[in-house]
């Protein structure tokens, strides 16, 4: 069977199209509040409105799979966030006919669901900061089963098929099955073709990839042992699962998100990895956490037995594995 044609990819695709449209729109029509009104700010609309609508496509389309998403509507209860509910639900309505705030409230809460055997997990901006910013950002929706994704779809409105920035769009969509690739579409389209990581493995050509954040990285003490190792060149800056796709792409080798010495208890959510894990690994890819070992999804929704993550090309896991080793033994 035609995996595209498998009712979970139907569902899966047209809801993070939609979604992408609905957040774009968010972005275009509310720019200059995200300046003013941290409280009401974009992407605290967008994020709802994603989420209300990839719930309502869910439901319709799965009515008994639950959904693990990153929001929650309790805040939105609150009499002071009328106005902001008014406009999730405006921005959400235009996909969504006929809604009303207790319907968004009601959809934004049906992704308060538990990890189960077959559940989808949702981040419906994954990189806040990179929406606010005019830069990347991504809707990120996979479906577990057993523990383990077996499908994903990354939405990237920003981000073209060579990795680059792309402020007008139309952007890209990835997928992936488990065990049937990694695939790339322009977002406006349905034109699949696989994705494969690059096949560089010499430290000269490696091309880093590393969060805006450089809090989310914490890779400053890998600068020296990179430059020791020939790995001079300065990282790309990116925000969200993008990367993820870029890696895939073939674009970059690899990324860290090491984890921090004041925090070291700090573990990644199952909705900022599993959509864009899958994507890596059907295109070839590797990823593990920083000790080498392998994702464990199954300790509710964060990766709670994963210290840190370490995404590659596959060519490069293990001496990237060592290099962290030796960093952290530097600063030990
Ligand atoms: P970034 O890839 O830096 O844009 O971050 C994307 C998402 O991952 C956001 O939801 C962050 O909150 C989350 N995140 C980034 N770095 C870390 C980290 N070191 N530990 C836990 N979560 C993180
Ligand atoms: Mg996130």
Redesign the pocket.
């Known amino acids: 069977m035609d995996l595209f044609k498998k009712p979970e990819a139907l569902f899966a695709l047209k809801a993070v199209r939609e979604a992408c449209v609905i957040a774009e729109r968010v972005a275009a029509e509310m720019a200059h509040d995200a300046q003013d009104k941290p409280d009401n700010s974009p992407v605290t609309v967008a994020d709802f409105a994603v989420q209300a609508l990839i719930s309502e496509r869910l439901e319709k389309a799965f009515p008994q799979d639950c959904l693990v998403g990153e929001e929650s509507a309790d805040e939105l209860r609150a009499p002071a966030r009328t106005a902001m509910l008014n406009q999730i639900t405006a921005f959400a309505g235009r996909a969504l006919a006929g809604l009303h705030n207790p319907e968004t409230l009601r959809l934004i809460d049906r992704g308060k669901g538990k990890p189960c055997k077959r559940f989808w997990t949702l981040?419906p901006i994954?990189?806040?900061?990179?929406f606010l910013r005019g830069e990347q950002y991504a809707v990120a929706l996979a479906l577990l089963e057993n523990g383990r994704p077996v499908f994903s779809v990354l939405g990237c409105p920003r981000l073209g098929a060579d990795g680059s920035f792309q402020k007008k769009g139309p952007g890209i969509i990835a997928a992936a099955f488990a065990g049937g690739g990694a695939w790339l579409s322009p977002l406006d389209q349905e034109k699949f073709t696989r994705l494969h990581v690059s096949a560089r493995s010499q430290v000269a050509d490696l091309h880093v990839l590393r969060?805006?954040?450089a809090s989310?990285?914490?890779a400053d003490h890998l600068a020296p042992v990179f430059a020791k190792h020939g790995i001079a060149a300065s990282p790309m800056l990116m925000?969200?699962?993008a990367?993820y796709a870029v890696v895939a792409m073939g674009v970059s080798d690899l990324f860290f998100?090491?984890?921090?010495r004041r925090n070291p208890a700090?573990?990644?959510?199952i909705w900022?990895v599993a959509p864009g894990a899958l994507v890596v690994e059907e295109a070839g890819g590797k990823i593990t956490d920083m000790q080498g070992g392998t994702l464990d999804y199954t300790c509710g929704d964060t990766l709670e037995k994963n210290p840190?993550l370490v995404i590659t090309n596959g060519l490069y896991h293990d001496k990237a594995l060592e290099i962290l080793r030796e960093a952290e033994k530097a600063r030990a």
């Not at 994954?126 to 990179?130: A, I, Q, R, Y």
């Not at 998100?257 to 921090?260: A, K």
Request: net charge negative; aromatic share 4%.
């Open positions: 981040d994954d990189g806040t900061k990179g969060s805006v954040e989310h990285a914490n925000d969200s699962q990367k998100y090491l984890v921090s700090q573990r990644m959510k900022d840190g």
